[in-house]
């Protein structure tokens, strides 16, 4: 049985087929592999250090599935692990009781695979899942304002900005700001 979620047949600019599911134990080391060259690019995250080991690892994907977040990957078939996860977009839990409805985004591309619509379609089946999954109702995200690429990508899918927060962030002595922004799922669903 296939497990790929949507679309069918999506196929990358090199032929390659990819397929879009929900994550297993065993993607968690092709997962972090991904976290941890964003990590290295020091542009989009406010994290100086990698994840390596592996009680970090699947400790992160045991709470992942205790507390029933949704953590969707694209697959590309053609690769080895941990080389075939290609990016992966997660729905987390907010931590506060009243906010139970409320998930919150977050995404990586895998930086030879950015422009080729990956990252569109693992948050439009992210979102779609929070919602069928976990009765999620919003969706927050925060992102840095110089990361223009991930900003019209969020503006474009009708993700709203919400607020700023100034030099949010010091990395090798620049600040960066952080934007805030909300989607509600019944709007999105409702124009997609």
């Known amino acids: 049985m296939k497990e790929d979620l949507y679309p069918k047949d999506f196929i990358l600019k090199n032929g390659d087929e990819v397929l879009f599911r929900h ?8 997962v972090w592999k991904n976290f941890n ?3 290295e690019e020091a542009i989009y995250l406010p994290v100086f250090l ?30 080895e692990r941990p ?24 995404i990586i591309v895998r930086k030879n695979y950015r422009d080729e619509g990956i990252g569109r379609i693992l948050i439009d089946v992210a979102i779609r899942e929070s919602k069928k999954l976990n009765e999620k109702q919003k969706i927050i995200l ?29 990395i090798e002595d620049q600040y960066y700001d952080e934007v805030l922004m909300e989607l509600f799922i019944d709007d999105y669903i409702r124009e997609n």
């Not at 297993?24 to 080391?29: C, G, H, L, V, Y």
């Not at 996860?85 to 998930?103: R, Y």
């Not at 899918?157 to 030099?167: A, E, L, N, S, T």
């Open 83 to 106: 080389n075939h996860i290609l990016g992966q977009c997660e729905i987390s839990n907010v931590d506060w009781d009243a906010a139970s409805h409320v998930g919150s985004l977050g």
């Open 23 to 30: 994550v297993k134990r065993k993607d968690a080391n092709a």
């Open 50 to 79: 990698p994840v390596e080991s592996q009680f970090e690892k699947h400790t992160w994907y045991d709470s992942l599935k205790k507390s029933n977040e949704i953590c969707i990957v694209a697959e590309n078939v053609n690769l």
């Open 142 to 170: 925060s992102c840095f304002s110089s990361n223009e690429r991930a900003l019209h990508l969020y503006k474009s899918m009708g993700f709203q900005k919400i607020g700023i927060r100034k030099q949010q962030f010091l």
């Open 37 to 39: 060259q964003v990590v």
